[in-house]
């Protein structure tokens, strides 16, 4: 309790708010004392002075010093609204938990009638009030207080029924505890800390209003001022001296934001801290890690003809301890028409690396690489237009959430149109007609009507094969699809699959598929990546994954998925040990603290991933004891803990 | 590109065709249109009892003590506060649907008249300055809110969100105060009263819409720094569209749903903030009137403006709500 409320004044704003407060209330106290009798002191020689030696802010119609009058008046401005702001906290207490205490039909009622209440403006009620009650500084402070009443009673309603929720309240309420008792005992200390803080905004905002009432005419009347009737005055005078009103303003002006600006910090400090800095890294050039790369003299690992070539992809963010990198030296290629599966764990790095190809990740992140490149096209150049209408039209994107990645206030044709106007100059109903057609390529019924519905009249399957038939706007070479079955139902996980299978097949288009699920991958796949704190650590042929496998992490991956074989009553493999934070990857292999083959060299050097032995130019593995038997070989229970 | 033959769309069922008075539209203007008529009987009411809930004889309260009896009764007559309380709100009730405000105590005019004379210039400044804090609010929180996406203008976050903290915390009769000090007589460059010029028209409408703009463009800014990190963004990003249509094409309609539902609020309370900076100006409209009135208790002027500040902040939520419901397709009268 004692950190939070010094975590108020430890901000600027926060202590500038604090003492312009403590500053203010000191004078409400102490102005009268000291300058009430200057304030009064009339001086008909002096009438409507210009500021001068004697009189700083000039003096009014009586030949009285504003600057001293403003300072008295402080006590009654800030008085008045305080009482206002009481007078608010009260009657929206006792409207607001009423529902709480009453029986439901009248709760109804009062909550029906608070909202109305609340739709009026403040000052529109308070002028109501201010009719009611007639004009006058009593008047006023009702007009003031009985307006800003709904929205306290809203406030104290919502808190109220918040806490009411809790275990507590209603164990108390099981206990026979009567509900006002439960009110005063239980509930309403509990939301006394957000009701004081809006109420000190309140203070505030009723001072400014009181000013305004009193401005016009309606609050406080002579003899009597306050800031607001001072402004009156002075304004009718600004022309023969400015000072008369300016300075009554800048009095209502700070102490209205000191109010405002303690009561928000005391908010902020008493909240959730918000100090999550985070630094920019420097922007690399682009293309200055590749000049560093002596020519590419190696020959290309393959003879097929790459769609898509990687090579040491790195990503980093900022972080409050230097940089991170998630992806740490990925190197691969895809081919025309090869379906590539990349699985590993949450924060394996294989989502980033997805997004850091396809030019996806905010300029937060800093991608590196010394080759990236779709279809020869150089990924690592500056953006431009032909490279985003070729990344357009060549490459197609889907994500995972489809209920989230279409843009919820756009008909889908619209969605799927824009590809087409934007990258292939067609006119929007040419666009909408290639749109209906691919929608109808996709499996969607009724295509020519569905394209003029909106996200949210599709079911979750259909928007994920809208979304794949969006990527099928231009002519893709390679669909990338991260994790595109994962929010959907366990039945049409498969017709999106086979959706993108038939795609494939149909056109020879290349598939990058992400996914943590081994089973899927090896499935649709030709061939797998298994990536593992940021680095792939094996590369192997789909068909091989369960049979040959040489990481102890492939390995084990494929050990934890369930088959037909599983006994129902053993408890399900996992992997033991929890996966590498990218903060702090390990000097050597990053799996060897899980790895129940690790030695002394796995802790001390990372492992290349090299072309395997045993099926050199189709299996990489980056492991010392690569297909080494497992110790105890082989039960895979043995390899698990239970959960 | 052949991937249209690849399988044959499955069949759909037919949902069938809704009833009529089960379609939602039909639905959302019979439950809207339900609660703007209770909160207009709780308004017309609230006008109506207004006068009777003044402490002791408002006629009494009006003329003054000195005032001789028979001249109280004979207003009291007049006002028909003689009649039982029922047969007079019956009598206000049947006014207002003819058209019949009441006459006014200290002009003798017909209050129809007064209020109709007046409500021009009010309607006028209001929808003025509601016009420009929006032109103003929009482009500038879509500006922000780009350039403090997540990552990024930590800086011009700050600067942006103190000063636009302070500019709407201060009160829209103390911009006009300094306005007129400022631009009316150190400069003399803008007239100060009246509404006769078009020049006339630009220190009010500003002082009015300061306030106002710094709000919504907060709002728009925030909404906007988290519709940028939307799912649907990224799939716009990854359609590589031009960075024109991700903005204003994709983010936009998403971020200005919250800030409607602000801006109608900021409009009704720019209804009632008329009255203050009506008065700063020597603005001859509704707020000018009312404060006169209260003075010196022309009750019937007084009933008649607050009904039509209230019946406007009631249409402008009716407006709001429509306008959301057509801009926002998930809105729930589509849906339930």
């Known amino acids: 309790m004692h950190g939070r409320w010094t975590r108020v004044v430890r901000t600027p704003l926060g202590l500038t708010a604090t003492v312009l407060v403590v500053a203010i209330l000191a004078l409400a106290c102490l102005g009268p004392l000291l300058w009430g009798a200057g304030a009064d002191a009339v001086d008909t020689d002096n009438i409507l002075a210009q500021p001068s030696e004697q009189h700083w802010a000039g003096t009014d119609n009586l030949g009285r010093d504003i600057l001293l009058r403003v300072l008295v008046a402080s006590r009654l401005s800030i008085a008045l609204a305080l009482l206002a702001i009481v007078i608010s906290v009260a009657a929206g207490l006792v409207l607001g938990s009423a529902p709480f205490v009453l029986g439901r039909r009248p709760a109804r009622w009062v909550s029906a009638a608070v909202n109305i209440a609340v739709a009026f403006p403040g000052l529109l009620l308070a002028l109501f009030f201010a009719v009611v009650f007639g004009a006058g500084a009593t008047g006023a402070v009702l007009a003031i207080g009985l307006a800003g009443a709904p929205a306290f009673a809203r406030l104290t309603q919502t808190l109220v029924a918040g806490v009411a929720a809790r275990d507590y309240v209603a164990a108390a309420r099981t206990l026979g505890v ?466 | 590109m052949t991937v249209t033959s690849i399988a044959p769309a499955p069949p759909q069922a037919d949902p069938g065709r809704p009833r009529p008075w089960s379609h939602p539209w039909v639905r959302f203007a019979g439950r809207r249109l339900g609660r703007l008529l209770v909160s207009l009987w709780v308004l017309v009411t609230a006008s109506f009892a207004m006068i009777h809930l003044i402490p002791g004889d408002p006629v009494r309260a009006a003329l003054g003590p000195t005032a001789p009896a028979d001249l109280v009764a004979a207003r009291r007559h007049a006002l028909g506060l003689d009649d039982p309380f029922f047969v007079q709100y019956f009598h206000y009730l049947k006014g207002l649907v003819t058209g019949d405000l009441g006459t006014s105590l200290s002009s003798q005019l017909p209050v129809s008249d007064v209020v109709a004379q007046r409500l021009p210039a009010t309607l006028s400044l209001a929808v003025l300055a509601f016009l420009a804090a929006v032109v103003v609010a929009v482009p500038l929180g879509v500006t922000m809110g780009v350039l403090t996406r997540r990552g990024h203008g930590r800086r011009t976050e700050l600067v942006f969100t103190t000063s636009s903290i302070v500019l709407a915390t201060v009160p829209d009769f103390l911009i006009g105060v300094a306005l007129v000090y400022v631009f009316g007589i150190r400069l003399g460059w803008l007239p100060v009263a009246g509404n006769d010029t078009a020049a006339a028209y630009v220190l009010p409408v500003v002082s009015l819409a300061i306030g106002p703009a710094a709000i919504l463009s907060r709002i728009v800014r925030v909404e906007m720094v988290g519709v940028l990190e939307a799912d649907f963004v990224r799939t716009a990003r990854a359609k590589r569209l031009p960075a024109r249509t991700i903005y204003l094409g994709h983010a936009l309609p998403n971020a200005v749903t919250a800030a409607l539902t602000l801006g109608g609020l900021l409009l009704s309370a720019m209804v009632a903030g008329t009255v203050l900076v009506e008065n700063v100006f020597a603005w001859p409209g509704l707020g000018s009137t009312i404060v006169q009135s209260i003075l010196v208790k022309d009750y019937p002027v007084v009933q008649a403006i607050v009904l039509l500040y209230g019946l406007g902040v009631l249409l402008t939520n009716l407006v709001v709500d429509v306008a959301l419901a057509l801009l926002d397709p998930r809105s729930k009268i589509r849906e339930d």
Not at chain 1, 450 to 478: C, D, K, N, W
């Open chain 1, 178 to 643: 009567g509900r006002l008792r439960v009110l005063l005992r239980h509930v309403l200390p509990n939301i006394a800390e957000p009701l004081v803080v809006n109420a000190t905004i309140g203070a505030g905002s009723a001072l400014l209003a009181f000013a305004g009432l009193s401005f016009i005419g309606l609050g406080v009347q002579a003899p009597a001022y306050d800031w607001g009737r001072l402004l009156n005055e002075g304004t009718s005078a600004l022309y023969v001296n400015a000072a008369a009103a300016l300075v009554p303003g800048a009095a209502v002006l700070l102490a209205g934001l000191a109010f405002n600006l303690f009561g928000e910090s005391v908010a902020k400090g008493l909240g959730v801290s918000v100090g999550l800095g985070v630094r920019a890294l420097p922007r690399l050039r682009p293309g200055a890690a590749r000049q560093s790369e002596p020519a590419a003299a190696e020959p290309r690992m393959n003879s097929y003809q790459a769609v898509l070539e990687v090579r040491d992809l790195e990503v980093a963010f900022p972080g409050p301890a230097g940089p991170v990198r998630p992806v740490r030296g990925v190197s691969f290629q895809v081919g025309r028409g090869e379906a590539v599966g990349i699985v590993g764990e949450s924060g394996s790095g294989k989502s980033l690396t997805a997004l850091a190809i396809t030019r996806l990740l905010g300029d937060h992140a800093r991608v590196d690489a010394s080759r990236l490149e779709l279809l020869g096209d150089d990924l690592l150049a500056p953006d431009s237009a032909v490279q985003r209408r070729m990344l357009g039209t060549s490459l197609a994107m889907v994500f995972q959430d489809p209920m989230t990645a279409f843009n919820p206030t756009r008909r889908i044709g619209g969605q799927l149109a824009e590809v087409a106007t934007h990258h292939q100059g067609l006119n929007r109903r040419e666009a909408l007609a290639r749109a209906v057609d691919r929608l109808a390529a996709v499996r969607i019924p009724d295509a020519d009507s569905r394209v003029r519905q909106y996200p949210h009249e599709f079911s979750g399957g259909m928007r994920q094969r809208a979304m794949i038939g969006m990527g099928l706007m231009g002519t893709p070479a390679l669909i990338v699809a991260d994790e595109p079955t994962t929010a959907l139902d366990v039945t049409v996980q498969q017709q999106v699959l086979d959706l993108l299978a038939a795609i494939r097949a149909a056109d020879d288009v290349a598939l990058i598929l992400i996914s943590h699920d081994v089973t899927v991958v090896g499935e649709v796949c030709d061939r797998v990546l298994v990536m593992y704190a940021g680095r792939i650590v094996e590369d192997l042929p789909a068909a091989e994954l369960t049979t040959a496998a040489r990481h102890p992490y492939t390995r084990a991956l494929v050990a934890a998925v369930p088959d037909m074989t599983t006994d129902p009553a053993e408890p399900l493999a996992t992997i033991p040990g929890r996966p590498v934070a990218p903060a702090d990857v390990p000097a050597g292999c990053a799996y060897a603290d899980r790895c129940p083959l690790a030695d002394a060299r796995c802790r001390a050097e990372d492992p290349p991933l090299s072309d395997d032995t045993a099926a050199p130019g189709r299996h990489r593995v980056a492991c010392w004891h690569a297909g080494e038997p497992l110790p105890a070989d082989v039960s895979p229970d043995e390899l698990v803990e239970s959960p």
